[in-house]
T-cell receptor, first 118, second 113 residues
């Protein structure tokens, strides 16, 4: 069964620093997709970045990047030059390829609270 | 551009009362639509999905039901609320059916007393 684990409950950093959030996953499938989402204080959930398991290059979008370590089943989110508005809950999620594409089933971790201080 | 809107933003309801939450997506024809639920401080759990009008698949049983009355509309409902129904309900759609990447609405917060 697929499982996503985020061991860090919360992280506090100073503004303009770099932070890494951890995520490990379990899957029996050889192909899968990994996602990071951000949930703001209003509850809105925003897609940030995706890593396809067959790609060796780490995905990068703006000041978000991923540290994909497939042998360790690990997908870390790196935020560089953090800003106050990056304060939010960050969720890691996975979809196995053999899960029907139409089902929209993502398995989410329990989230990591990020607090960015001035 | 596609937009997804949920209503109401928040509801406070009594145990045993009925509930209806709605979701509308604009700018996308024949979207796949999904309902997710999040307990306060918890993770997200998929409840239902629909790939076409009139067709809804249940993923977990939480004494809730869903319907797809129009191509752009997805409704979540129950006739009798339980305390355990409290939480945050999110509607989502998928732009890329291969990856399953989801885009979420603003959510509806439900408090059952």
């Amino acid at each position: 069964a697929q499982k996503v684990t985020q061991t860090q409950t919360s992280i506090s950093v100073m503004e303009k620093t770099t932070v890494t959030m951890d995520c490990v996953y379990e899957t029996q499938d050889s192909s899968y997709f990994l996602f990071w989402y951000k949930q703001t204080a209003s509850g809105e959930i925003v897609f940030l970045i995706r890593q396809d398991s067959y790609k060796k290059e780490n995905a990068t979008v703006g000041h978000y990047s991923l540290n994909f370590q497939k042998p360790k089943s690990s997908i870390g989110l790196i935020i560089t030059a953090t800003q106050i508005e990056d304060s939010a809950v960050y969720f890691c999620a996975m979809r196995e390829l053999n899960t029907g594409a139409n089902t929209g089933k993502l398995t989410f971790g329990h989230g990591t609270i990020l607090r960015v201080h001035p | 551009a596609q937009t997804i809107h949920q209503w109401p933003v928040a509801e406070i309801k009594a145990v045993g009362s009925p509930l209806s939450l709605g979701c509308t997506i604009k700018g996308k024809s024949s979207p796949n639509l999904y309902w997710y639920w999040q307990a306060t401080g918890g993770t997200l759990q998929q409840l239902f999905y629909s790939i076409t009008v009139g067709q809804v698949e249940s993923v977990v049983q939480l004494n809730l039901s869903a319907s797809r009355p129009k191509d752009d509309q997805f409704i979540l409902s129950t006739e009798k609320l339980l305390l355990s129904h409290s939480g945050f309900y999110l509607c989502a759609w998928s732009r890329d059916k291969n990856t399953g990447q989801l885009y979420f609405g603003e959510g509806s917060k439900l408090t059952v007393l």
